[in-house]
């Protein structure tokens, strides 16, 4: 594979598994010194020591765990280049707006939206005194299109990260900092599995809006 991001820096959060870690896999494949970020201590290091990176252990809700994370970044390898905020759940509790919590509504949106926001927050000067950087943010398909199945703070946590990643590349597009938002639909990670063990139909019904049938791979997104 092509070495083009050999001698960049990159962060992962949720690097541990899904999406995440196969984005860790991919940019250390093209050259990167990847950071892995993950609540799961065990996950985390494990995948870390696989691409021979630096592991963080980090509750992406907790701003000061997230400043320190990005500054360990800058003071092992010199720079952050990519900042892949990936971080997210999806709990059973979280469903139709008629039966969601308002706990299980706070919960989703600290830990799919304010960590984006607080991830996007404490890379953003690094970068800046860099004078390039990129930051991307996972956001989802029901940003744009709503939820074939409710999920209700999901929904709105990922259009909240589509909108911020936008008016942030508007931003700071100027200063060489890209900022963008990846829009997958449903991708065959443990979290969709999980969510979807006992209820096969409810899984069918995530494949109303995906033209080619199936699930994509989390390979298939750490390619975009």
């Not at 509790?93 to 509504?105: K, P, Q, R, V």
Request: overall charge negative; hydrophobic content about 45%; some cysteine.
């Amino acid at each position: 594979m092509a070495q083009r991001l050999d001698g960049r820096v990159a962060v992962i959060t949720g690097g541990g598994s899904g999406i995440g870690l196969a984005s860790v896999r991919r940019l250390a494949a093209e050259g990167a010194k990847v950071v892995v970020a993950d609540v799961n201590a065990v996950s985390g290091a494990a995948v870390a020591k696989e691409v021979d990176g630096l592991f963080i252990q980090v509750d992406v809700t907790e701003e000061t765990e997230v400043e320190a994370l990005f500054q360990a970044a800058v003071d092992a390898y010199g720079s952050v280049d990519v900042a892949f905020n990936n971080a997210g759940i999806s709990p059973p509790e979280d469903d139709s707006i008629l039966t969601t919590g308002i706990e299980a509504w706070q919960r989703v949106q600290q830990v799919n939206l304010t960590s984006v926001y607080l991830c996007c927050k404490h890379v953003l000067p690094h970068m800046r005194r860099q004078g390039r950087g990129s930051i991307i943010n996972t956001a989802s398909f029901v940003a744009v299109m709503g939820a074939a199945t409710s999920q209700i703070s999901y929904t709105a946590s990922k259009g909240g990260v589509l909108a911020m990643s936008r008016e942030l590349g508007v931003q700071f597009a100027r200063e060489g900092i890209r900022v963008n938002a990846l829009c997958p639909g449903p991708v065959n990670t443990p979290l969709l599995k999980e969510l979807f063990a006992a209820d096969p139909e409810r899984a069918a019904r995530r494949l109303v809006h995906v033209p080619i049938g199936r699930f994509a791979e989390p390979e298939e997104i750490a390619g975009a």
